[in-house]
């Protein structure tokens, strides 16, 4: 067994492919001296140089354009944000630019553009706490990558490098696994448990759209990303206890997505509940019923349950957040209601 | 500024410039003119889907620059593209069959009037949000440093973009790492219609290089060698490591915003002083005045020129049209 925290699974695929390929590029806030906010980017300017890892000034939409530009001309940038929060400030840039470029060229360009940093509710308030990745699955062009273990994060930031569209690499604070500056422990919650931690040493590509069923069971399916994967495994385990055997899926990638291993799973358990921890309204959660809907709706024996975000901003005190978003009992709850109807 | 008295009809001065340069400048900008000239009626008969916007007496900024990089350079330009397109010698037959939808477009009429592109010529694109395409250039530039290719990036806008964050962002961090980038503001006076004084609290753009400490000039946009020397000297200075140069060509939209748009907020005269400050007909009248070329041979390039739009319309014509899924194809790109 090799066990890695998630932050030191996606740093090491980083580095991997910056050895291997001189192409690779990062571009962000305090990427380089200070190593990352996060500490992701940590010693990469000393092993690579001033040339490959850019410490930029706070341009959110300026970097993510020269990023842009670097990919149409033969780079693979990887453009860190601080907060995922901040790259609302580039919103045009990624939206209108690099999700659009390959259509409006005729297929004739590729932007090789790894969009990639932290998100999460973690008592920092409505500006530093959002999940945002339902805004990218809403532009074609862009694929939205979510690791919720070490061993995916490492599989999937190597294949996200390698693919030649915008990705964005979403990364859960909570899932980091290590102290972060500013932010207090990240290891806080009880559900996150130690699944998946070994990762090998050699660089390996999890080929994005390849959903991973966390957990194998019979009655009920469980889809959920990020840190609600860790919720939602402890309560398959403690449904297991009183004889409920949930099965829990991770898409891993919600762009693309992989229906048929979710379709599979519905036609064996016939019941489904989806968490998200973004904003329940137009959010991951609601398109994820809908496809459900479309593919699966025969193999149905009760509505499927959307357990998601209150459809408001996070506020900072921590009893508001926690009733904000969806905890152990809420999803609990929901499989309950989903068995029951 | 912006009043009649300023504009300059002087012929352009070609003394001691190579010939042949003068004369593809010439045919350059004689292309791009009937490239445009012909689209509009296009556009009246109904033949050509979508909507464009019209470079009319801007052509000496497009070819004046272009005309000082190398065939690998890069550039990026706007909804107001299709001069820069000329420049950089994107097959005409390729940009029309686009205007007309065309599987054989430039872009497999995916993109049309406002995204042409064309990257075996450094087009990199046109990019239809103002001011988008200037860190995109910025990135080309930041590129050909990693990559050590010594190729200059190359960013066209208009004076609308200079109000555009993205400016500011992208212009820093191209001084802050001397990076081979030029930026060049084509001046036509007008976003849409809010003159530069109305939208700028400073309206001397070249101005605004200071803030970055990286050096800004005005040239004489309607001058295509003064146009070409600034961006020549510019080139130089981005290929010997000192940084980005800003440029703001100063020149005038004779025509109104898009297609149609008939541009009534600007006073008649001013746009006549300006029709007589044509880019075209000054280039014409300093190859005359020089000795360079004789009428004769001016006629026998004006006609050139028309064959060859002539030419890429009845090519276009003859193309495929997109079937309605092709686009299906073109959304991401497959590893």
């Known amino acids: 067994m090799r066990q890695l925290s998630q932050a030191a699974a996606i740093r090491e695929g980083i580095v991997q492919e910056m050895r291997l390929d001189p192409n690779v590029i990062l571009l962000g806030e305090d990427v380089g001296k200070f190593g990352g906010a996060f500490h992701i980017t940590h010693d990469m300017l000393d092993e690579f140089g001033a040339e490959r890892v850019w410490d930029t000034p706070i341009s959110e939409a300026g970097f993510t354009g020269l990023g842009i530009g670097a990919a149409l001309t033969g780079l693979r940038p990887i453009v860190e944000y601080q907060y995922l929060d901040f790259i609302f400030c580039a919103m045009d840039q990624v939206v209108n630019q690099a999700a659009k470029i390959r259509l409006m060229s005729g297929g004739r360009a590729k932007v090789p553009l790894v969009l990639r940093g932290p998100q999460g509710a973690t008592g920092r308030g409505a500006q530093h706490s959002q999940s945002i990745e339902a805004w990218f699955m809403h532009t074609p062009g862009m694929k939205v990558v979510m690791p919720s273990t070490p061993y995916d994060a490492k599989g999937l930031i190597i294949s996200a490098i390698r693919d030649d569209n915008p990705v964005l690499f979403v990364e859960h604070k909570l899932l980091y696994g290590a102290a972060s500056p500013g932010g207090g422990k990240a290891l806080s919650d009880s559900a996150i448990q130690a699944i998946g931690t070994d990762v090998p040493e050699e660089a390996y590509a999890i080929p994005l759209g390849n959903a991973d069923i966390k957990r194998e069971g019979r009655d009920v399916t469980i889809i959920a990303t990020l840190l609600m994967l860790?919720?939602?495994?402890?309560?398959?385990?403690?449904?297991?206890?009183?004889?409920?055997?949930?099965?829990?899926?991770?898409?891993?990638?919600?762009?693309?997505?992989?229906?048929?291993?979710?379709?599979?799973?519905?036609?064996?358990?016939?019941?489904?509940?989806?968490?998200?921890?973004?904003?329940?309204?137009?959010?991951?959660?609601?398109?994820?019923?809908?496809?459900?809907?479309?593919?699966?709706f025969y193999d149905l024996e009760a509505p499927v349950q959307r357990v998601a975000a209150a459809n408001t901003p996070i506020p900072f005190a921590p009893a508001s957040e926690r009733h904000v978003i969806p905890q152990v009992d809420d999803i609990r709850a929901a499989v309950r209601r989903v068995l029951s109807s | 500024m912006n009043t009649a008295m300023d504009i300059r009809r002087e012929p352009v001065d070609c003394a001691g410039h190579d010939r042949t340069l003068l004369l593809r400048m010439f045919r350059k900008m004689l292309e791009a003119r009937e490239f445009e000239e012909q689209l509009y009626y296009l556009f009246l008969t109904a033949a050509m889907p979508g909507t464009m916007h019209q470079a009319v007496g801007q052509e000496a900024v497009a070819v004046g620059v272009v005309s000082a990089l190398n065939p690998d350079d890069s550039i990026t330009s706007t909804h107001r593209g299709h001069a820069h397109c000329v420049a950089k010698d994107v097959p005409l037959k390729d940009m029309m069959a686009e205007m007309f939808a065309k599987r054989e477009g430039s872009c497999r009429g995916m993109g049309g009037s406002m995204h042409l592109t064309d990257f075996n010529k450094g087009m990199l694109g046109a990019f239809a949000i103002v001011g988008s395409g200037i860190p995109i250039a910025t990135g080309a530039a930041l590129s050909a440093r990693v990559r050590g290719s010594g190729q200059v990036a190359v960013s066209f806008f208009g004076d609308g973009a200079v109000n555009e964050g993205i400016f500011h962002e992208a212009l820093n961090m191209a001084a802050l790492w001397n990076l081979p980038a030029i930026y060049i503001i084509e001046n036509n006076q007008y976003a849409l219609s809010m003159t530069v004084a109305e939208s700028s609290a400073v309206p001397d753009l070249a101005s605004r290089?200071?803030?970055?400490?990286?050096?800004?000039?005005?040239?004489?946009?309607?001058?295509?060698?003064?146009?070409?020397?600034?961006?020549?000297?510019?080139?130089?200075?981005?290929?010997?490591g000192e940084g980005p140069t800003l440029i703001e060509a100063l020149t005038y939209r004779i025509r109104g915003h898009a297609r149609f748009e008939a541009a009534g907020y600007r006073p008649s005269e001013e746009v006549e002083a300006w029709k007589n400050a044509d880019p075209i007909e000054r280039l014409a009248a300093g190859l005359l005045a020089s000795g360079i070329a004789s009428e004769d041979e001016l006629n026998v390039i004006r006609a050139e020129a028309e064959a060859a739009i002539e030419d890429a319309i009845e090519y276009a014509q003859s193309c495929a049209d997109v079937r309605a899924e092709d686009y299906l194809s073109y959304i991401t790109a497959e590893n």
């Open chain 1, 230 to 296: 860790h919720r939602a495994l402890s309560v398959a385990e403690e449904l297991a206890a009183e004889g409920v055997s949930a099965e829990v899926i991770d898409p891993r990638s919600l762009v693309p997505l992989d229906v048929t291993t979710i379709a599979a799973s519905i036609a064996k358990t016939n019941h489904v509940v989806v968490v998200s921890e973004d904003v329940s309204r137009a959010g991951v959660a609601a398109e994820l019923v809908a496809t459900i809907n479309d593919h699966c």
């Open chain 2, 209 to 240: 290089a200071c803030a970055y400490g990286m050096p800004g000039l005005r040239v004489d946009g309607n001058d295509v060698l003064a146009v070409y020397e600034a961006t020549r000297e510019a080139a130089k200075r981005a290929r010997a």
